[in-house]
Every structure is written in C-alpha cells, then in structure tokens.
Antibody, heavy 120, light 110 residues
C-alpha cells in the first residue's frame, strides 16, 4: 500500500523559509515522479512542482518559480520542497502526490497534507 | 495562467446521472490527452478518479467515466450515490510543462 507522509509545515513570517518533507513507502520510489500540490483554506487545488524520476527534470508553477525548490533523495524515499521568500498567498495545505509513472502528470496517490501558514 | 473552467455546483438525485464539464484551451485540455479528475471529500486528501481523459484506476467504480471534445473535458457519474457527494476537480497538462486545475465543482446528492 502506498503511503505518503508530509511534515515540516507550520507558522512562518512573510519573507521567511520553510522546508517540507514527504516520506514515501509501499512502492519503488525511484521509479516515479513526485509532486507537490497545495490548497489554500477554502479554495481549490493548485499544482506547485514536480520532480520526474529518471532524467531528473523539475518543473514549477509560475507563482513559486524562483522561490521554491523541489528535491528528492531516492536512498531515503523522500521528496522535499524548500520554500523561500514566503508570502501570505503561500498559506495552504501542501500535499505530496505520487505520479502514475516516472514522468507522469497524473497524481495517483496523495498524502494527508501539511499546513503552512505565512503570517506576521 | 487561469484555472480551467468548471461549474461551481451540480446536483442530482440518487440513481440519476450527472456530468461535470471542464473547459480549457488548445494549450491544455484541447492539446493533450492528459486530463484527469479528482474527488475530494471535506477534510480529506484528493483521490484520482479518471486519468488520461477516460481511464479509470483500479478500484474506482465504473459509474465514473470521462470524455473529451475539443477544449472541453467531461466527467460523468451514473447511478448517483450519497457517497459521491464531494468536490470534483479536473486537471490538465499544459504546453508550458505545468499542470493546471479547474476551480472545482461541488456535487450535491439530493
């Protein structure tokens, strides 16, 4: 059974930084794309970033490009999201989501999310 | 890039069928067969229901089906059940190598 467990969320001041982690189990982690998707309180889903396996390509949504960095450690079955220069509009539940295959844009398993609150 | 367009809400009675539309452009929905649909119950993580326009993951009821015509994709739920009441989101790959979601549709089972 696929399991994804996010951690690292919390309250941070505008301009601050936070690093989210996602621990994966139940599948061959190195063979799948890993994504971050967020959801602001009471709002819809917004894709944030993906780290494709194999070639190791990374992609970002425009609102976070240049501020967020996705990385992964296949030896530890973990994916990370380094978030810098945080803004109030980054406040959201951040979900880690497994891709359907190595370069997939489909999210076939999701974690329960970790809440990031950006406020002074 | 603006979100894909979905109706804010739809409703139906148990046993009926409903369809949720998802309209984009030739740069996303219309240009690729990478449309997926997600179900989200309140306070829960989303769940993949349909991928690549019309494919169902194992374990998803065959009451759920997807299709696409031009720049508009659709999710149809037949034989509505109370447990289908949830928010539904479409998503599409885009020409900019990103993913864009729809604004979400709240399904009410009357």
């Amino acid at each position: 059974e696929v399991q994804l467990l996010e951690s690292g969320g919390g309250l941070v001041q505008p301009g601050g930084s936070l690093r989210l982690s996602c621990a994966a189990s139940g599948f061959t982690f190195s063979g799948y794309a890993m994504n971050w998707v967020r959801q602001a309180p009471g709002k819809g889903l917004e894709w944030v970033s993906v780290f494709h396996s194999g070639v190791g390509s990374t992609y970002y949504a425009d609102p976070v490009k240049g501020r967020f960095t996705v990385s992964r450690d296949n030896s530890k079955n973990m994916v990370f999201l380094q978030m810098n220069s945080l803004r109030a509009e980054d406040t959201a539940v951040y979900y880690c989501a497994k891709g359907r295959y190595s370069s997939s844009w489909v999210f076939d398993s999701w974690g329960q999310g970790t809440l990031v609150t950006v406020s002074s | 890039q603006s979100a894909l367009t979905q109706p804010a809400s739809v409703s139906g009675s148990p046993g009926q069928s409903i369809t949720i539309s998802c309209t984009g452009s030739s740069s996303d929905v219309g240009g690729y067969n990478y449309v997926s649909w997600y179900q989200q119950h309140p306070g829960k993580a989303p769940k993949l229901m349909i991928y690549e326009v019309s494919n169902r993951p194992s374990g998803v009821s065959d009451r759920f089906s997807g299709s696409k015509s031009g720049n508009t994709a659709s999710l149809t739920i037949s034989g509505l059940q109370a447990e289908d009441e949830a928010d539904y989101y479409c998503a599409s790959y885009t020409s900019r190598s990103t993913v864009i979601f729809g604004g979400g549709t709240k399904l009410t089972v009357l």
